[in-house]
């Protein structure tokens, strides 16, 4: 069953790139006391995700931040070496926060999950938002397949309003 509002989410680890290497990061524990903006995207590198996904995040940190969200997080079936090399290509350090969901475990558990084979991209998370306080999932806005739209920084924004 999809994650919903009210929700908690799952208590599944990802993965970033620490000082010594891959790191786990328990993201209920991560997560504890914060608010946060979440969001999944298909991939590291492909077209919508680089060029207007990431880039809005980064661009509107400061305004998201100042609305009372403690971090950004995006969320990705990419290795955390992919991620780490996505986050220099996307000057993302320090504003976007980029966890690797290798396995595909959290997208698989929250049920945002999709079937890219016909793509040669195996299974994916969907792009989706949500945002999630103390572990609870407070908003949640999943695209259409193929759009962009909802998961947009802009409609952060705006939900944040």
């Not at 940190?61 to 220099?88: H, L, P, T, Y």
């Not at 793509?119 to 792009?127: A, E, H, I, M, V």
Request: proline share 4%; net charge negative.
């Amino acid at each position: 069953m999809t994650i919903s509002v009210g929700d908690r989410l799952p208590d599944i680890s990802l993965k970033c790139i620490g000082n010594d290497g891959p790191k786990e990061i328990k993201i209920n524990e991560y997560l504890a006391n914060k608010k946060v903006v979440l969001f999944s995207l298909p991939g590291a590198f492909t077209p919508t995700c680089s060029a207007k996904h990431m880039p809005g995040f980064v661009e509107y940190e400061s305004d998201i931040k100042s609305r009372g969200i403690d971090e950004i997080i995006c969320v990705s079936v990419n290795d955390a070496f992919v991620m780490q090399a996505w986050e220099k290509d996307q000057n993302s350090k320090g504003k976007v926060t980029l966890f690797a969901d290798g396995n595909g475990d959290f997208v698989e558990a929250v049920d945002l999950i999709f079937d890219g084979t016909s793509f040669g991209l195996g299974k994916r998370g969907k792009r989706f938002v949500m945002i999630v306080e103390d572990c609870k999932v407070v908003h949640l806005a999943i695209e259409k397949p193929g759009t962009f739209d909802v998961s947009s920084a802009e409609s952060v924004l705006k939900v944040l309003a």
